[in-house]
Each structure stands twice: as C-alpha cells, then as structure tokens.
C-alpha cells in the first residue's frame, strides 16, 4: 500500500472521537457528547469506526467481538447493527450475522453519481434561496477548508467539507434529498482513508468550492449546477483511480 510520503499522496488519519484504548461505551462517554440510547451510542460508535477505517469495507461485524471492544452486552450491539442495516452500511444474513457493506467500482460509481444527482437539485434550491447571510456562512466554511488543506489538519478538513456540504443543503430547504445525501458519508470518507487522494484533488475541491459559492452568489443557477456535478464527477474519477492503482500495485 502506498505510503503517506508518496509526493501528492494525502491519507486521512484516525479520526474517531473515541481514541484507542477508549472505545469503551460508558456513562461517561454520555457526557462527552455522544447521547441517546445505549444502541444509539454503540451505533454513533461504529460509525466512528467506519469513518476512521478501524473496520473496513467488507469486514465481518461479529456481535461477541463488538461487545467486547465497546463494553457492552450482545443486546445494544445487536440493536445498533439492525439501524446500520435500516442506512444500508450493513448487511445482516441469515445465519452468518452481519458484514461492513463491500466497496466495488460500481459501488462508488452508483454512490458518487446519485450524490450528483442530488447535490446539483440542492445547489440549483440554494442558489435561488441563500440570503446575504448564509452565503457569507458559506464562505466561511469553503475558506475553513482552505486553511485546513493548507496544513494538512485532514480531520479539519473532512469536518469543514461535511459542513461546507450540509449547509448548502440546509439552504435548499429540502429535508428529505438532504437526509438521503447523508446517508453513506461514512463510507465515502472511509473509502478515501483507505485510499487517499491524487495528486491534484485537494486543490479541485478548493477551485470547486470557491467556484459553486461564487456561482450562487451570482444567483447562476446553471453555473452552480455545473460546478457541483463536476465537483462530483471529479471525486469519482479521482477515487476510481486510486482504487484501480492499488489494485495495480498487487
């Protein structure tokens, strides 16, 4: 596997808010943000897991095994696998428990383009919806993202890119395409842990943003729509590569 030194080569790190030798779901883990049921913590907690690559695509979720490193009974595991299963970032057989849904090139080829498909919808609402104000929030998270990349604080940057993304669908004011584009970003940002990016990928998204922001701002709705689905197009393709030279260099 390639190593982080490879000139253009960016890779994720750790980014789980429980970090090792704390995975442990307790009371207190309650009071540093991580609320709701018991089920609901072990599941916010698997997904952090999903996020950091600590389990991968296609791994096997055992109950006994997930009990033990979160510290609970079979009970709320059980429970919190059922609610991945209900987000399809799991699949539960009958008789042979559950697995980490596998990632394929077409996986990430349907994933990316059903995310254009929704993202360029919620661009096209927000650039005939976004006051002065949101635009300037807008901004504000593209320019986070900048200052980010620039150090290369990869967690920053995942959380201003998630938040640069949520606000323009906050904006468009359409709950529901917003709750589907949701769905999956685990994945996605675990598959990029796993892969990284390509060499020019990072300033994409910075040329991306910048240009979808100004484009909204113009009120251009056919320029906004544009720069999103190339904003999408272009993750894909970057991601494709990567894939297909890790699977080169086997």
């Known amino acids: 596997m390639a190593s982080d030194k490879v000139p253009g080569y960016v890779r994720f790190p750790d980014i789980r808010r429980v970090r090792a030798g704390e995975g442990k779901v307790t009371e207190s883990t309650a009071a540093n943000g991580v609320v709701g049921t018991m089920s609901t913590r072990i599941e916010q907690a698997i997904r952090r897991d999903i996020l950091s690559g600590a389990i991968r695509p296609g791994e096997r979720l055992r109950v006994a095994e997930l009990s033990a490193r979160y510290g609970v009974s079979h009970i709320p595991v059980r429970d919190a696998l059922r609610q991945l299963e209900g987000d399809r970032l799991v699949i539960i ?124 701002r113009a009120r251009d709705p056919v320029l906004a729509v544009q720069m999103a689905q190339e904003h999408c197009d272009s993750a894909r393709d970057d991601l494709l590569a990567r894939m297909e030279r890790e699977e080169a260099a086997r």
């Open 93 to 216: 057989e009958s008789h042979k428990g559950a697995v980490l849904r596998g990632v394929s090139r077409k996986f990430v080829t349907d994933m990316h383009d059903t995310r254009a498909a929704i993202e360029t919808l919620l661009v096209r609402n927000a650039t005939l919806k976004a006051t002065e104000a949101e635009l300037d929030t807008l901004e504000q998270l593209a320019l986070a993202y900048e200052t980010a990349a620039a150090v290369q604080a990869m967690e920053r940057m995942v959380e201003a890119n998630l938040r640069f993304h949520r606000c323009i669908a906050r904006i468009a004011d359409n709950p529901e395409a917003a709750d589907i584009l949701d769905r999956g970003w685990e994945l996605v940002i675990g598959i990029r842990n796993r892969f990284g990016f390509g060499e020019n990928r990072v300033a994409d998204i910075i040329r991306q943003h910048r240009a979808m922001v100004q484009a909204i």
